[in-house]
């Protein structure tokens, strides 16, 4: 069973996709969702209620996107707390174009959330 449907637009989005794929006898179920703004936390309980690992994705060329992960973090904390959290940097490629001092920075910064 493969089931596939994204959302794009130019404003920030609530749902990105929702994948449920068969992994031999697991069915495995994922959302995504996209924003820091403040409206879209209600549809944390609608994905994060039942979930057994939670993603924290940021961008590792956007300092300031590491501000709303804490904020994100506090609040599914308090929907799920048995769930295992992950944090991910994502544009790699940007980053390690940036100077040492810059990717330093970035990188303490990514330590102090831990």
């Given amino acids: 069973m493969k089931d ?65 992960i804490k904020e994100w973090y506090r609040q599914v904390r308090s929907i799920n707390k048995n769930a295992f959290p992950f944090l991910v940097g994502m544009k790699y490629d940007v980053f390690s174009k940036f100077n040492v001092e810059e990717q330093e920075d970035i990188t303490k910064q990514v330590r102090l959330l831990h």
Avoid: W
């Fill in 4 to 68: 596939l449907l994204i959302y794009r637009y130019a404003e920030p989005t609530i749902i990105t996709g929702i994948h449920p794929d068969s992994i031999e006898s697991h069915l495995l179920r994922y959302y995504a969702i996209e924003s820091g703004h403040r409206e879209f936390i209600s549809m944390l309980p609608l994905v994060c209620n039942d979930a057994v690992a939670i993603l924290f994705m940021f961008d590792l060329s956007r300092k300031a996107t590491l501000t709303s």
